[in-house]
């Protein structure tokens, strides 16, 4: 008996089994030893295909309510997004595409951001408009164009310059040639009034003359244009040297001063946003999360943020907001103030108060 089943175990052994995952081409899925197609896009899978390559059964996303932008065996399409608050809908939701919303007119969104943020009205004095703001990037300033102004003046200097240029250098020319003319002039009538004797003397003594003459002329020459290069001991008056000293005082004065100025910041002030990207784009990712902690986060308060955002300008965002949302707008930019001085970043601490002084959000007044 024993001999029996082992003959028949040794046969089931030798039976090739059919392999349990069929190997698909792209687009295809495997379901029980076969290959099936995925559903399209605007479509979900609703039953598998009875042969292989063949589709099954889908079922059409319902226009305006769900979505399926991808080829799929999802039993269910996705459901379409409604824009928040804020934002407009620029393309309605369809059967292949989910709806596309963008920020309000004058607000823009950097990508990983969840908030608009209002775009720059007004570039610095002395810049021009580089890019317009958009939905996704804030408003550009830069140097007004140095190519354009360059080709204007080298217009203006072939259209007016070189004319005058030539004009002069004609005037230049016959007046020359008129002083040679004359000079010569004098020179014949002086032959004719001097005696034979005396020009041949003359012309000996002038001929004599002449080398020590050009050799001196060329030593004076060269001397004043040395001197000229040369600092004149006399150049700076006294009381130029009392005006620097004065000057050098008042600056010395001016730090003394700085020292027993106080920040204060507005009672209230718009442009949060802005001010978050400002901080963001100075303080870096060095030494962020020291100051946050600094303002009063705590490290469950980090660790949340950053799991639950993994985009890492997103986590900085959010940590301001939870900074803002705790104190308020105020009391937030002060603790941020104080926790870049207690960490003794005086360059970024500096940077960011002349910042907010130009927006007119702080103000330097004497310390009582």
């Not at 089994?17 to 792209?26: G, H, I, N, R």
């Not at 226009?63 to 824009?83: F, I, P, Q, V």
């Not at 949302?325 to 108060?353: H, S």
């Amino acid at each position: 008996m024993a001999v029996k089943w082992l003959a028949v175990l040794t046969l089931l052994a030798e039976v090739e089994s059919p392999p349990l995952q069929a190997y698909c081409d792209p687009g295809e899925y495997p379901y029980s030893g076969i290959c099936c197609k995925y559903c399209p896009a605007g479509t979900h899978f609703e039953e598998y295909c009875d042969s292989p390559h063949t589709l099954g059964k889908c079922k059409s996303c319902t226009d305006g309510e769900n979505y399926m932008d991808r080829e799929n065996r999802l039993d269910h399409c996705l459901s379409c997004d409604e824009c928040k608050s804020g934002f407009k809908m620029v393309k309605p939701c369809t059967t292949k595409n989910n709806t596309v919303c963008q920020c309000n007119d004058g607000y823009f969104r950097p990508q990983g951001y969840e908030e608009c943020m209002k775009c720059k009205t007004r570039c610095p004095e002395g810049q021009v408009i580089v890019h317009n703001c958009n939905a996704t990037t804030d408003m550009k300033c830069g140097l007004p164009n140095a190519e354009s102004s360059t080709s204007l003046l080298m217009w203006l200097f072939i259209g007016v310059g070189f004319p005058a240029l030539v004009l002069f250098g004609w005037n230049i020319y016959k007046w020359r040639k008129s002083s040679s003319v004359k000079e010569k002039e004098k020179e014949e009538a002086k032959a004719h009034l001097i005696p034979g004797n005396n020009e041949h003397v003359n012309s000996t003594v002038s001929q004599n003359n002449l080398p020590e003459t050009a050799e001196r002329s060329n030593l004076e020459l060269s001397n004043r244009e040395e001197n000229s290069f040369l600092p004149s001991t006399s150049s700076i008056s006294p009381l130029c040297e009392v005006a620097l000293l004065n000057e050098q005082s008042n600056v010395g004065n001016d730090v003394l001063r700085s020292n027993k100025l106080v920040v204060m910041i507005k009672n209230s002030f718009e442009g949060w946003e802005d001010i978050c990207l400002l901080i963001m784009d100075m303080v870096g990712e060095t030494y962020w999360n020291t100051l946050m902690r600094k303002c009063g986060l705590s490290d469950n308060d980090i660790d949340k943020i950053i799991h639950d955002y993994p985009h890492i300008n997103e986590q900085y965002h959010q940590m301001l907001k939870t900074l803002r949302d705790r104190n308020g707008t105020v009391d937030a930019l002060n603790k941020i103030l104080a926790g870049l001085q207690e960490m003794k970043l005086k360059g970024i601490y500096e940077n960011l108060v002349n910042e907010l002084k130009s927006r007119g959000i702080v103000t330097m007044v004497a310390e009582d």
